[in-house]
């Protein structure tokens, strides 16, 4: 926190109208506990149009959906005082079609105009929507050689691009470096001697190749294998390669807390000993191009509408972490009268290097270890639309290392966060 005599001289400029400092005061009085004064100061940054206020107000209302018209409204103002951050959380509501019409050409033109500026996050994005298209696109290696060494999700997309065998132009040791700084968990993971990351000279990015490439759109034609009829069980295996794995896990890791279940009695999420994993849920404000690309393509695989998707949920169970014996749906209330019953869930299974976890299905004997990029599908309703009491399953202890996973629960109705 800083001195009683900076945030004196902070106040004075605050109280002269400077937006930034007024934003800065903001911060000082959230750190101190001052929840109304840190608020008061944070609205007066907007309106003097501090882009950095507006961008924190409009995260803040995308907590629901109601309010997306009105965050849409700040982020715009925002974007045009500079703010790159609202920049590409605008074009993720433009993907998606929440507090503003449904546009993925502008969103993706928007974020190639950051990627060309120099922005990192823009590169690596666009790197990670390219090889869901063709993991052999040249401009992958080039936009990687933008973002590698400063953007801790492209080193760690680099260094598994290489572990499976495809080159990557940069140097390994940099990446890595970055990501143990930072304190990245999988970095020991990713750093075990790619073979096919050598230090080159980067080509330069061809952008009009790349813009004729960028689509949210996919071709997904991994054949299903049916695992069972009762509940309804379906894996698509290596349906992503092993570098969109690791860029799920690395966009999520620093964004993990408790997991949580719905309490039906409170009608909210809690904590409780059935679930003792780690989850990061990732709401609009989480999102990007590419993971908007990759929730389709798990709905695509669900044969569901990506509206009717919930959030993403990135999951890390650590050694003796399960989730119990349980159902996915959830009771009748507010929730199941707005969004329907969750029908159907998709597991994306993102590493292999743990022993336990598998997925159990307690009532047909059947155990799933999925392979890193495969992809598990079930129903949690009979055809008829009731609660399939075969669909109860679990997580089993993980006994060695850490397994990730990435969940999505599909419903009935359009999902309203």
């Known amino acids: 926190m800083a001195s009683p005599q900076d945030v004196e001289a902070l106040t004075a400029r605050a109280n002269s109208g400077d937006a930034q400092a007024q934003y800065a005061l903001a911060a000082e009085m959230s750190r101190a506990g001052r929840r109304s004064d840190a608020d008061r100061w944070l609205n007066s940054a907007a309106e003097n149009g501090c882009a950095d206020a507006l961008y924190t107000i409009a995260t803040r209302l995308l907590y629901s959906s109601e309010n997306a018209d009105a965050a849409a409204e700040k ?17 993720v509501l433009s993907a998606i079609g929440v507090g503003m019409p449904k546009d993925e050409r502008r969103a993706l033109d928007d974020l190639l105009a950051l990627a060309k500026s120099g922005d990192a996050g823009a590169a690596r994005e666009i790197a990670c929507i390219l090889a869901l298209r063709d993991l052999e696109d040249p401009n992958i290696n080039a936009l990687l050689a933008i973002s590698g060494g400063a953007d801790p999700v492209a080193a760690a997309f680099a260094l598994a691009r290489a572990g499976a065998g495809r080159r990557v132009d940069g140097d390994a040791a940099s990446f890595s470096s970055l990501l143990r700084r930072l304190g990245y968990p999988r970095a020991e993971n990713v750093s075990l001697a790619p073979p096919a990351l050598a230090p080159s000279e980067p080509s330069a990015p061809g952008w009009e190749k790349i813009a004729a490439a960028l689509s949210l759109s996919l071709n997904f034609e991994t054949p299903a294998e049916r695992l069972a009829a009762s509940p309804d069980v379906l894996i698509y295996r290596q349906a992503l390669a092993p570098e969109i794995c690791e860029y799920v896990i690395a966009h999520s890791a620093s964004r993990l807390g408790p997991s949580l279940v719905y309490n039906p009695v409170e009608a909210r999420m809690i904590r409780d000993p059935l679930r003792t994993s780690a989850t990061a849920s990732l709401s609009p404000i989480d999102l990007d191009l590419a993971l908007i690309a990759i929730n389709r393509l ?16 990135v999951l890390h169970y650590a050694p003796g972490q399960q989730y119990r014996p349980h159902f996915d749906c959830i009771p009748p209330g507010p929730d199941f009268d707005r969004n329907g019953q969750r029908e159907k869930t998709a597991l994306l299974f993102l590493n292999e290097d743990y022993e336990g976890g598998e997925t159990q299905f307690t009532e047909i004997e059947l155990n799933v270890r999925g392979g890193r990029g495969d992809i598990l599908v079930f129903s949690n309703l009979t055809p008829g639309g009731e609660i399939d009491r075969a669909a109860r399953h679990a997580g089993l202890p993980v006994t060695k290392g850490a397994k990730w996973l990435a969940s999505k629960w599909f419903r009935t109705k359009k999902f309203h966060f």
Do not use: I, P, W
């Open 75 to 91: 982020l715009r103002r925002a974007k045009a005082g500079g703010s790159s951050a609202a920049s590409r959380l605008l074009g």
């Open 298 to 313: 798990m709905a695509h695989a669900a044969g569901c509408a990506e509206e009717n998707g919930e959030f993403l949920s």
